[in-house]
Nanobody, 120 residues
Framework: QVQVVESGGGSVQPGGSLRLSCAVS????????MAWYRQVPGKERELVARQVVAGRTSYGDFVKGRFTISRDDARNMVYLQMNALKPEDTAVYFCNADVNVWGSGNGDYWGQGTQVTVSS
């Protein structure tokens, strides 16, 4: 069993910053990839940032250098530092982990999401 829990969402003014955190716990052998996605009502969930175990990262085109993903593999944590936030960044942000679980093999796990609102 794997649990994925996000924290750090909230409300911020345009141009502000937020840092999201995600903790992955359970009977984990290893985590290959950790990622952040976001979704607004009526639209598909989209990739914000993804980092695999070898350190390779990818970002959505809209990020344009404003966000940084980082991992703490010793603690099974992933973070998303978001700077220069815009109103269009308002969304529910989801943490995703590709986890190798004892007795189950690899699986894709999601958190419940954390709301980020950018508004003046």
């Amino acid at each position: 069993q794997v649990q994925v829990v996000e924290s750090g969402g909230g409300s911020v003014q345009p141009g502000g910053s937020l840092r999201l955190s995600c903790a992955v716990s359970g009977t984990i052998i290893s985590i290959y990839a950790m990622a952040w996605y976001r979704q607004v009502p009526g639209k598909e969930r989209e990739l914000v940032a993804r980092q695999v175990v070898a350190g390779r990262t990818s970002y959505g085109d809209f990020v344009k250098g404003r966000f940084t993903i980082s991992r703490d593999d010793a603690r099974n944590m992933v973070y998303l530092q978001m700077n220069a936030l815009k109103p269009e960044d308002t969304a529910v942000y989801f943490c995703n982990a590709d986890v190798n679980v004892w007795g189950s093999g690899n699986g894709d796990y999601w958190g419940q999401g954390t709301q980020v609102t950018v508004s003046s």
